[in-house]
């Protein structure tokens, strides 16, 4: 009888919470994209949080699984806090390094190549109208692409941007985050206390669940809720840490090779590797199309080899490693997804596809009969 009052109650609660939520969207459905936008900002704090959080989850399991072997009673009684310790100290370490190095060196690239692109330009039209019969860039220039590239105005194109004080003067714009401050410093504590109270946040919705729900169902949320957590989990911080990988191999390599605005190039290629299948294309090519322009077609091709070379290591040897079975994909499915992706929601949405296409995937195989819903932890 208890248990009845109690479920006849949260009914309650719950229908007049859902009221005053219908009421108030219908009341502001003539501004409703306006008052999204707001909700989003005063909730930011918050996503930027559950974003940190799942981006570390997975660092956090793995050095939470090695502190429990430990003998010492020490640190098995506190294995949720230490790791979480370990990959916030981590990850202030390498902020630290990248501000310190990286940025500066990315900074000093970009503000070189935008003032020098004119000359680039310049250079690069003599090289297509002096080719060599049977040449490559002969071949080029005959089919008609010059013409086009000859109507780009590179001067109109950078406008204000080609004097060093205003590149500079926008990139510190860019670069500052003094008025970001208050809030990522509050997503920071909070994304501490999520998974510092990831299981007890995890059993107050269970519980909550078991108290609405009956117990078939609340099983299949319970596993599809863990199976969700995993693959996005997996994912993000794993497809993060292998595109930073890949950009420190690539910068190694081009850096000895001698090949210009190497740090650059590299950083482009890491973060394109960010999107299955397609983000290594459109990065090497890039990269090939900056190294063609500044270096000449030599180089160019030299880039796109190493590329491409550390692109099949990277797919078959470290993505695999990284990621292990987490996103259970075929080609095909990666490849729909995230040109279904890119098309309705841009670069996000290619990058979000995969995991959000292995997790329909494995709904449907299961609703389906086939077995691959698996019970997570």
């Excluded at 370490?93 to 500066?104: D, G, H, K, Q, Y």
Aim: proline share 3%.
């Amino acid at each position: 009888m208890k248990k009845l009052l109690e479920n006849k109650w949260i009914f309650y609660f719950t229908l007049i919470v859902a009221s005053i939520i219908v009421f108030k969207f219908i009341d502001v459905i003539p501004n409703i994209s306006g008052f999204i936008a707001h909700f989003c900002g005063v909730i930011s704090p918050l996503l930027i949080a559950i974003l940190m959080a799942y981006i570390l989850y997975q660092p956090c399991k793995i050095f939470e699984r090695i502190y429990y072997k430990s003998n010492s009673k020490f640190i098995k009684t506190h294995t949720r806090g230490l790791s979480t310790l370990t990959v916030y100290l981590l990850a202030f370490v390498v902020i630290v390094v990248i501000l310190n190095f990286v940025v500066p060196a990315i900074s000093k690239n970009l503000t070189d190549l935008v003032i020098n692109a004119p000359e680039y330009y310049k250079n690069s039209i003599a090289a297509l109208e002096n080719a060599r019969d049977g040449s490559i860039l002969h071949s080029i220039n005959r089919l008609g692409i010059i013409e086009s590239y000859k109507e780009l105005d590179i001067e109109k194109l950078l406008g204000g941007f080609i004097k060093p004080d205003t590149i500079m003067n926008y990139l510190g714009k860019i670069m500052s985050v003094a008025k970001y401050f208050v809030n990522f410093f509050v997503a920071l504590i909070l994304s501490i206390y999520l998974l510092l109270e990831r299981y007890s946040i995890k059993c107050f919705l269970q519980t909550v669940l078991k108290k609405i729900t009956n117990k078939k169902i609340y099983e299949k949320i319970r596993v599809y809720y863990n199976m969700t957590n995993e693959i996005f989990s997996n994912f993000l911080s794993m497809q993060l840490l292998d595109s930073f990988i890949v950009a420190i191999l690539l910068f190694i390599v081009f850096s000895l090779l001698g090949i210009k605005y190497a740090i650059v190039l590299a950083f482009l290629i890491g973060m394109m590797n960010l999107i299955p299948y397609f983000g290594a294309i459109i990065g090497i090519t890039g990269a090939g199309v900056v190294t063609l322009i500044t270096m000449g077609l030599p180089s160019a091709l030299l880039l796109v080899a190493v590329a491409a070379i550390v692109q099949q290591i990277d797919a078959n040897v470290i993505n695999p490693k990284l990621l292990s079975n987490a996103v259970n994909l075929s080609p095909i499915l990666v490849i729909v997804s995230v040109t279904v992706g890119g098309a309705y929601f841009g670069p996000i949405g290619m990058f979000l596809s995969v995991p959000i296409c292995a997790v329909l995937k494995v709904v449907v195989m299961d609703s389906l009969g086939k077995g691959e819903l698996k019970n997570g932890k």
